[in-house]
């Protein structure tokens, strides 16, 4: 979201936080298209006009249904994740991160394959690290010890990419590029994500064409103060007009 509204500021947004139910990255494929398909009713019903899968581990696992449900565009953090793995490829070997979910349903290693399949990819699953982030700890000294366990593998076999496959991971870029060391590129599907939305809404003549204050609705399942927190500390800025929907 912080990416969609640096690129695209004038464009309205619904968020939907599913916070009673999360995390997603332990739960079955069936749940996870199950409650991806109530949420994309809820924002169909707010009339949105594109709808960006912005969790890596529902894009891994429900974007077909997520598409096969929607009448409008649907854009993924995976596909977008992908093409930015591919693009100026400085070598041949590419390690991605993740929940448990998104790792094992190899959705990123099919989708780099899709784009440039002579490229090896090592997925690896890193699920301490999203409560830590979501705690605050962006430097801490367990956090850091954390990604070193997790990512010692991946180091190890030499890559050259480390691909964010989660959006909690981003907030960690300086401990992980310190971690991975200088010479290993990071991939975070955000800024890929908001160029692919701004390219189509320009190609389908959708843009916002007011040029005043953007409205933000946050939608949140359950907690509106702890996701007011989180959410502060990934904007940058205080939350507002967020509210509590049962689904």
Known sequence: MQALRRRLPHENIC????????????????????FAVQIVDFLLEHRVKILVIACNTMAAV???????????????????????AVKDACGRRVGVIGTLATVASGAYDRAIALYDPTIQVQSLACPLLVPLVE?????????????????????RDGI????????????????????????????????????????LLEAQQLANPQTGTPECRFFVTDVPQRF???????????LENVHVVKL
Do not use: M, N
Not at 228 to 238: A, K, P, T, Y
């Open 160 to 199: 050259d990419t480390l691909v964010l496959g989660c959006t909690h991971y981003p907030l960690l870029k300086p401990l992980l590029r310190d971690v991975v060391g200088a010479g290993v590129r990071l991939v975070d599907s955000a800024d890929a994500i908001a160029d692919q939305v701004a390219a």
């Open 135 to 155: 705690e605050g700890w962006l430097d801490h000294a367990v956090t850091r010890l954390t990604a070193e366990e997790y990512l010692r593998p991946l180091c």
């Open 228 to 238: 007011q927190e989180v959410g502060s500390r990934f904007l940058g800025e205080e």
């Open 15 to 34: 968020y939907f936080g599913d916070t009673a139910r999360v995390p997603y990255g332990v739960k079955s494929r069936e749940t996870i298209a199950s």
């Open 62 to 84: 429900a974007t077909q249904a997520i598409r096969s449900r929607s009448p409008v565009p649907v854009l993924d953090v995976i596909d977008a994740g992908a093409r930015g």
